[in-house]
């Protein structure tokens, strides 16, 4: 178990530490490890305006993301729980699973069907892109929430809250968030670091201006490798600074809460 | 601060469980426990009382107010639940203090108002502690606390003694008896455990199948049950197929004939014989006028203030709760102790000794 457990660790990580040291090597060809030590392929990645243009859309679309999955999936996830009717906590499971059992690549195709016609021309929108975004992201936030609901029983709560004379809103307020803000935060954590490095559908979609920065990366990966490294670290550090985000904002609005 | 239920009828949608027919009132500062095997609808009443279903049919009536179509949030009842219901997320502070914030009361006033009610329930060091840390005793008086601090018209309790271990569920009943004195309000308290029903209700109603079908203060209850089956719901019960004897001044039972007051049952007619096992004596202790029986004992039991002995006598079997630590195989029957009840099948009982098998 140790040993599974050192070799997993092992894949994991060293494709990660030699990312680290490429983007900081000079040269790197047939050998093991780079030649030289340099910073210049972390400005070179900054300079790019192609690169530059992309980290922002990844930011734009991740922000707009997280916000419409606390918008859409918790009154939806709410929905569900509160459902009496069997048949529709059936059929809202099976919509909010959909995008996990579908490939990324027919979803992808479909947009590019839909939406290159002349009643819907979107393609290549931001908008678009979020929305692609969202539905693979949804079922995250919904299914993450629908359990904690159900394991704290949250219908118990309410209704405690409500022989205390709590009005709908006010037990929304006082209670379900407060209690749910906990599960909120943690599939946020998932949605952002999905959202950010997402490429399948983000490749298939986005309009030249608005690519994101794993559609961008893989041409880094035709120039020098120090490049591609540096490009790819950045990478890394945006998906740990959204999930780092995502969670402070969440628990920084459940306390105000 | 009365309650009542108003022939209320409620079923449960796809089934043939609810209540039917209740017609129940509780009074100014009265406690009326209602008790019943699981699923005779006594939980379905409290529901429909704090306004989580709507009867089919009848009204309910708080203070003279009609409330059957308010929502819970308008009823203004305090109900402590089985699970108790703390907010994981607020201090007991907080929780207590939680109705009195809704109803627009100034955080400094609140507070105090909370922290007297914590006091009154002997939890006052606790105030700032989170439920998760608290004992099933303690957060039960805090849920007592809470659903008594903005003075609500009457209070509930379903089952909230059914979480804790014995020892506790006895010193909370004495609790929850105190509180109540003291706020002096109409209680409508769920269980099944009838000996707790007893101890603390000043009256219990008893349900079975959806219907009331006894109320009256725990002695009546104990006494002079009106069926078979109510004998043996509550407290221990020798029960027996009897006939009364044709001079209508004893009864044949498979123990032996008895001789008692036939009160208004015939000569020759069929009747169930009830008598509770601690107003049976040993023979030995019998004072005159009694009916003596010879038995041989099955089991004898020590239960420390008690002893329980079960004797064959005749066709039957016959349990003896006694103080007497002297062997005896004689027993004596007091003519009052013997009540004789309408005649059911033996089936009809839920845990009644008497008939051997």
Redesign the interface.
């Known amino acids: 178990m140790l040993l599974i457990t050192f070799a997993y660790l092992l894949f994991l990580a060293t494709p990660i530490a030699l990312l680290f040291v490429g983007s900081f090597g000079e040269s790197w060809s047939n050998t093991i490890l780079p030649h030289g030590f340099t910073t210049r392929w972390y400005l070179e990645v900054a300079a790019d305006p192609s690169f530059q243009r992309a980290f922002v859309s990844s930011i734009k679309v991740v922000i707009a993301t997280c916000v419409l999955n606390v918008v859409i999936g918790l009154p939806l996830a709410y929905a569900i729980y509160s459902s009496a009717r069997r048949g529709v906590r059936l059929a809202a499971k099976i919509m909010a699973l959909l995008p996990i059992a579908v490939p990324d690549l027919v979803l992808g195709f479909g947009f590019i069907l839909v939406f290159s016609s002349d009643t819907a021309p979107w393609l290549g929108s931001i908008g678009l892109l979020i929305a692609a975004h969202v539905i693979l992201t949804l079922p995250y936030t919904v299914n993450t929430v629908l359990a904690d609901m159900q394991q704290l029983r949250l219908h118990d709560y309410e209704q405690v809250a409500a022989t205390l004379s709590a009005p709908f809103w006010t037990r929304l307020k006082d209670i379900v968030l407060p209690l749910l803000a906990t599960s909120v935060l943690s599939s946020l954590l998932t949605v952002a670091a999905l959202s950010i490095g997402e490429f399948q559908i983000s490749n298939l979609i986005s309009g030249f201006l608005s690519r994101t920065y794993p559609v961008v990366l893989l041409q880094a990966f035709y120039g020098a490798t120090g490049f591609a490294c540096a490009a790819t670290v950045v990478l890394l550090l945006l998906a740990i600074l959204a999930s780092c985000a995502s969670s402070l904002t969440a628990s920084a609005s459940s306390r105000r809460a | 601060m009365t309650i009542q239920f108003q022939s209320i009828d409620y079923r449960y949608p796809g089934s043939a469980n609810g209540v039917f027919d209740v017609d129940l009132s509780i009074g100014d500062g009265e406690f009326l426990a209602v008790i019943g095997p699981s699923g005779s609808g006594k939980t379905t009443l409290l529901k429909l009382l ?3 279903a709507r009867p089919a049919a009848g009204r309910i009536l708080v203070d003279g107010r009609d409330i059957t179509d308010l ?9 402590v ?1 089985q ?1 108790y ?1 703390l ?3 607020m201090s007991a502070l907080d929780n207590v203090a ?2 009195l914030k ?2 627009g009361q100034a955080r400094a006033e609140r507070r105090a108002r909370a922290a007297q009610a914590l006091e009154r329930v002997g939890l006052a060091q606790w105030a700032h502690s989170m439920p998760a840390a608290m004992s099933g005793g303690q957060q039960q008086r805090i849920a007592l606390a ?2 008594l601090v ?1 003075s609500p018209s009457a209070l509930l309790l379903d089952e909230p003694l059914s979480a804790l271990d014995a020892a506790l569920r006895v010193e909370m009943r004495e609790e929850i008896l105190r509180v109540q004195r003291a706020a002096n309000i109409a209680t409508l308290h769920i269980t099944h455990d009838q000996e707790e029903a007893l101890s603390i209700a000043d009256r219990i109603a008893i349900m079975r199948a959806g219907r009331i079908i006894q109320i009256g203060t725990p002695k009546e209850l104990y006494d002079q049950p009106v069926s078979r089956w109510v004998a043996s719901f509550i407290g221990q019960a020798n029960l027996w197929e009897g006939r009364v004897g044709p001079d209508r001044r004893s009864v044949r039972t498979p123990i032996g004939e008895l001789s008692c007051d036939t009160g208004e049952h015939a000569a020759d007619a069929p009747v169930t014989v009830l008598i509770r096992p601690e107003a049976i004596l040993p023979g030995d202790l019998a004072p005159a006028g009694t009916n003596i029986l010879a038995g041989r004992v099955q089991a004898d039991r020590f239960l420390g203030a008690a002893r329980r002995v079960d004797l064959a006598v005749g066709e039957g079997l016959v349990r003896v709760d006694t103080h007497s630590r002297a062997p005896f195989d004689t027993i004596a029957v007091p003519p009052k102790s013997i009540r004789l009840l309408p005649p059911e099948p033996v089936s009809d009982s839920v845990n009644a000794i008497g008939e051997r098998t």
């Open positions: 704090a306004g989580f929502p819970p949030e308008k009823r203004r009842l305090g109900v639940f699970s219901g907010f994981p997320h939680y109705p809704i109803r809470r659903a903005f």
